[in-house]
């Protein structure tokens, strides 16, 4: 089992930013693709947003949704076992829940199995 905590969700109005972290706990962390999905009002499945991944040969590779391609960075703090979700330029159609999600499966960006967070709610809106 594989537990996560995400923080960081609030207000913020348009062109602003804000940093997601998600704790996680249970598992070897490096084992794990980390990524970001959120669920937007009216929608009714969870889109993926960003994911990285550790190789002790390569070390980080990371994958992007191409609407937040160039605003949003993931990165990810193995000695703390911690993911982070740093957005820019925030958007209104970026208003979402926010969800965190580890997964040993190749599959990590269609969100069909591992593990996830409680979700944290991003809204922009001026």
């Known amino acids: 089992q594989v537990q996560l905590v995400e923080s960081g969700g609030g207000l913020v109005q348009p062109g602003g930013s804000l940093t997601l972290s998600c704790a996680a706990s249970g598992r070897t962390f490096i084992d794990y693709a980390m990524g970001w999905f959120r669920h937007s009002p009216g929608e009714s499945v969870r889109e993926f947003v960003a994911?990285?991944?550790?190789?002790?040969?390569?070390?980080?590779?990371?994958f992007y949704a191409d609407t937040v391609k160039g605003r949003f960075t993931i990165s990810r703090d193995n000695a703390k076992n911690t993911a982070f979700l740093q957005m820019n330029s925030l958007k209104p159609e970026d208003t979402a829940v926010y969800y965190c999600?580890?997964?040993?499966?190749?599959?990590?960006?269609?969100?069909?199995?591992?593990?996830w967070g409680q979700g944290t709610q991003v809204t922009v809106s001026s």
């Open positions: 999600h580890a997964d040993d499966n190749e599959y990590f960006k269609f969100g069909t199995s591992g593990y």
């Open positions: 994911a990285i991944t550790w190789s002790g040969g390569s070390g980080a590779t990371t």
